[in-house]
């Protein structure tokens, strides 16, 4: 079987194609298994969150549910400085008033990290007010190593090799192939599979202050000098729109909660931006 490498020496990218296997980075797919509630990692049901821990609000709203990890059970991703024992509870909004394109957007998705397993706590029914079609069947995730990613054609971080219009149009190709080999559900890591644009730097932008519902505020992160800074953000979770657990994103969107690195190196979950993209 060819290197990387050479699969993109093969598709018309000889000129930068080892400078883009260098930016190749790992994840961990998550394969959607059985209808459950167990205390494991799983999209929807009911979460595991320990009693003292308060129900996310936002807006004085408590936010749906989305997903729960078992950091214990998770196979260590180089270059994603996960805590290695407790666990990880994500929220968010929805989407009805929050996308993650503007600075108001903050708050309406949340992650919680607890120091202790899933196993050491009782589920917890979600507040009332929580919609009805916000309350996701539960679907255990198998978590699955050993999954390179590649940057999407917009990441700063292929920007930086300045590839000619050719060379764009070689790589959207090529990209379109691998994603056809992999799964298409829930990942931890790597990069992220855009729907429509870096959410990478769409965080990075927001984050800022700048409105990214249109193109002024990628135009004026641009003239401020912020766009070099989307390569910060890791990937912490990905999650796709999935029938099985009645999780529809939109028209077939996904979710992307980031942190920035160095937040994720000192734990602060409360950092993390979300940002939803679909079709």
Known sequence: MPSLAQSLEDSGLARIAKDIETLAIPAVFLIPGVPSEDSCSRIGGRPNLPSELDWPIWHGEALPFVA??????????????LPRHGSLFFFYEGGLRAWGFKPEDEGSARVIYAPSSL???????????????????????????????????????????????????????????????????????????????DPKLEAQLVSHGLYCGNP???????????????????????????????????????LYFLIREQDLMRQMFDKVWLVFQCC
């Open 68 to 81: 729960q990890l078992d950091l214990t059970a998770i196979p260590e991703i180089e270059g994603l400085y």
């Open 119 to 197: 196993a050491d706590h009782t589920l917890r029914t979600p507040p009332e007010g929580v919609a009805a079609e916000m309350c996701f069947t539960g679907i255990t995730l198998k978590p699955e190593p050993g999954h390179v990613t590649l940057p999407d054609g917009q990441d700063q971080a292929l920007e930086r090799l300045m590839p000619t219009a050719e060379e764009r149009k070689h790589y959207s190709e090529f990209l379109e192939a691998w994603h056809r080999q992999e799964p298409p559900l829930h990942r931890i890591g790597g990069h992220p599979e855009p729907v429509q644009g």
């Open 216 to 254: 002024t505020g990628y135009q004026r992160g641009k003239e401020l000098g912020l766009w070099a800074g989307a390569t910060d953000w890791k990937l912490l979770l990905q999650v796709d729109s999935d029938d099985s657990a009645g999780m529809m994103w939109g028209d077939v969107g996904c």
